[in-house]
C-alpha cells in the first residue's frame, strides 16, 4: 500500500528550464529525504528535513533546494537543469530512526 | 567516498538454488544495517535489518549476517525465487543519524 506520494512520475524538458516534484507522505513521519538515483541505481542522499528543520545537505548543487510546508510534504526545487540532473528522484519518510518508506519516484530526464 | 561497499553488481542464480550478497563499510560508528528490495519502476522496500550488536537475524527464506570485527555484512537467500529477481541494496546509518547510506545495489535475477 503506497504511503509516500510523488508527482510527477516523469518529467522530460530542456537543458536551462526549472522543475519541481512534490511528495507527500501519509504516515504521520517526522523526517522526510530526498534521494537521487542515477542510472547505475546509485542511490545518494540529497537532503533530510525533520519537522520542516532541514538537518542534512550533502552538499548538491545549489540550483537544486527542498521546500517543506508541514512534515507531511516535502517538494524538490530544480531551478535550471543540466543533463547530469537526469535521474530518478527518490522522496521516502521515516519515524525518528529506522526503516525508509519510499514514493515509486520522479524520473527526470533533460535534453 | 562511497561510504558502503556492495558485491557482486549482478548475479544470476537458478530457481530453487542461494543467493549470497556482500557489502562491507568502513565508518566504524554505524550501527544499523537494512537491506532493501527494489523492483523496476518502484522504490526501494526494506527487506530485513540487523543493529550491530547482533551476528544474525533471519526472516523466512532472508538472513543477514553480521560481522562487526571485518566490518562486514551479507544476505542469503535460500529457495531462490523468480520472484525474487530484484536490485538489492545494502545500508549503513548511525541510530541518532537518519540518514542511509546505501551500497551500489545488486542486480539478481533468478532463472526458472
Known amino acids: 500500500e503506497t504511503a509516500v506520494f510523488q508527482t510527477p512520475n516523469y518529467h522530460v524538458t530542456q537543458v536551462g528550464n526549472e522543475v519541481s516534484f512534490n511528495c507527500k507522505q501519509t504516515?504521520?513521519?517526522?523526517?522526510m529525504y530526498w534521494y537521487k538515483q542515477d542510472s547505475k541505481k546509485l542511490l545518494k542522499i540529497m537532503f533530510s528535513?525533520?519537522?520542516?528543520?532541514?538537518?542534512v545537505n550533502e552538499t548538491v548543487p545549489r540550483r537544486f533546494s527542498p521546500q517543506s510546508s508541514d512534515k507531511a510534504h516535502l517538494n524538490l526545487r530544480i531551478k535550471s537543469v543540466e543533463p547530469e540532473d537526469s535521474a530518478v528522484y527518490l522522496c521516502?519518510?521515516?519515524?525518528?530512526?529506522?526503516?525508509?518508506?519510499f514514493g515509486e519516484g520522479s524520473k527526470l530526464t533533460v535534453l | 567516498q562511497q561510504q558502503v561497499r556492495q558485491s557482486p553488481q549482478s548475479l544470476t542464480v537458478w530457481e530453487g538454488g542461494t543467493t549470497v550478497l556482500t557489502c562491507s563499510y568502513e565508518?566504524?560508528?554505524?550501527?544499523?544495517f537494512p537491506w532493501y528490495q527494489q523492483f523496476p519502476g518502484e522504490g526501494p522496500a526494506l527487506l530485513i535489518s540487523?543493529?550491530?550488536?547482533?551476528d544474525k537475524k533471519e526472516d523466512g527464506r532472508f538472513t543477514t549476517f553480521f560481522n562487526k570485527r571485518e566490518k562486514k555484512l551479507s544476505l542469503h537467500i535460500i529457495d531462490s525465487q523468480p520472484g525474487d529477481s530484484a536490485t538489492y541494496f545494502c545500508a549503513a546509518s548511525m541510530s541518532n543519524y537518519n540518514v542511509l547510506y546505501f551500497g551500489s545495489g545488486t542486480k539478481l535475477t533468478v532463472e526458472p
Open positions: 540487523i543493529l550491530s550488536v547482533s
Open positions: 528535513y525533520n519537522n520542516k528543520q532541514l538537518i
Open positions: 565508518d566504524s560508528t554505524f550501527n544499523y
Open positions: 521516502a519518510s521515516s519515524r525518528n530512526t529506522g526503516q525508509l518508506y
Open positions: 504516515l504521520g513521519h517526522d523526517t
